[in-house]
């Protein structure tokens, strides 16, 4: 039997909420949607690339996601002093690169595993909670609990606008 990615049910964004609500609601519908982009596949599948010369896959967009999460969340806002996921010494981009061997069902599961944990480690949180980060340039900047949502927001939205095209590319699926 071959392994496929399992039926996912997409939350609803809220139409009316407060803020926190509305940020959080709009992040789960976007999580549900790359986890929905992945139903039903194969591993076979959840490899394929998007068009040459990119090797974007929804299996490493799941993989980088996870990673995202785990990074945003736990690790900057939180405070939690947590490993990298993948081996970034070669290679900055083994997230979304180093898939050959990568297990599927295993990426699927620290994906949820990491919304789950994100979702915890900032729960009692307010949105105005800050954070020193570092920048590229080796400067630091305070970053609020807010911008980490808008920006993951954004995150999930544009790669499931990728994901969306590559599974058009497997399947024909289109939408939603």
Known sequence: MTWRAPDVDRRDEPFIADERAM???WLDNHRDTLRLKCAGLTAEQLRTRS??????TLLGLVRHMADVERWWFRHHAAG???PDMY???VDPDADLNDIADADPAEALA??????????????????EHTFPHTRR???TREISLRWVYVHM???YARHNGH????????????GS
Not at 51 to 56: C, D, M, R, T
Not at 110 to 127: G, H, K, S
Not at 163 to 174: H, M
């Open 51 to 56: 068009v040459e010369p990119s090797g974007l």
């Open 87 to 89: 081996d970034y010494s």
């Open 137 to 139: 340039d080796g400067g």
């Open 110 to 127: 620290t994906l949820t595993a990491e919304i789950e944990a994100a979702d915890l480690a900032v729960a009692d949180l307010p949105l």
């Open 153 to 155: 927001i954004e995150e």
């Open 23 to 25: 940020l959080q609601g």
């Open 163 to 174: 994901a969306d095209l590559i599974r058009e590319r497997i399947d024909g699926a289109t």
């Open 80 to 82: 939690l002093d947590l």
